[in-house]
């Protein structure tokens, strides 16, 4: 089945403590990014690769990093969380970079920093 | 600057009973504009995607209509099944790997 998983589905942390979200997609997309969902605005830009090692800064990168070494997988990661980044994530995954005509979603990571 | 605002925030409906849902954007020079639908608990999922004032595009009860401005999600008869949150997201004209969200409608149709 084709599609974009996410792991975990639910991650509590506490301040400081690194972790990493990964993100892997099956069908072969050059283009995948990273959002973050919270209640009243929307899905925000975190990140985005449009393909293997070329990765560039969407609208909220503060915190966070990516490596784009497989063209699968789109790790995100916090090395040092916190309260704020407590939210919703989405990891979604193109076909072209070049044409972007919709993006295919992850199920979403729940991240709660205490 | 909020450049997609969707309206209203909620929306509750009798099945049947059919509604739009807007979808205001301000960047100029539109390159796409897309509806997405999104279940709780779960991801949003792609219906349509508008480049051009005027185009129309339709899926089951759903239809989707765009102007210079604006973009309406159009739902005739619904059912409860057609409850969700939709999405609607515009492609930045200067950088097409870059989105913009709105915050979304959540749908709600009692029957």
């Known amino acids: 089945e084709a599609q974009v998983t996410q792991n975990p589905r639910y991650l509590i942390t506490v301040t400081g403590k690194k972790l990493t979200v990964t993100c892997s997609q099956n069908m072969n997309h050059e283009y995948m990014s990273w959002y973050r969902q919270d209640p009243g605005l929307g899905l925000r830009q975190i990140y985005y690769s449009m393909n293997v090692e070329v990765t560039d800064k969407g609208d909220v990168p503060e915190g966070y990093k990516v490596s784009r070494k497989e063209k699968r997988n789109f790790p995100l990661i916090l090395e040092s969380p916190s309260p704020n980044q407590t939210s919703l994530y989405f990891c979604a995954s193109s076909p072209s970079a070049t044409t972007n005509e919709k993006l295919f979603f992850g199920s979403g990571t729940q991240l709660s920093v205490l | 600057e909020d450049q997609v605002t969707q309206s209203p925030e909620a929306l509750r409906l009798q099945e049947g009973e059919s509604s739009s849902l807007n979808c205001s954007y301000t960047v100029s020079g539109l390159r796409g504009l897309f509806w997405y639908r999104q279940d709780p608990g779960k991801g949003p999922e792609f219906l349509f995607t508008?480049?051009?004032a005027g185009e129309e595009k339709e899926k089951e009860r759903l239809k989707a209509t765009l102007t210079k401005k604006e973009s309406f999600l159009h739902i005739t008869a619904p059912k409860p099944e057609d409850s969700a949150t939709y999405l609607c997201?515009?492609?930045?004209?200067?950088?097409?790997?870059?989105?913009?969200f709105g915050s979304g409608t959540k749908l709600n149709v009692k029957p």
């Open positions: 997201a515009v492609q930045s004209p200067y950088n097409f790997n870059k989105f913009y």
């Open positions: 508008l480049y051009s």
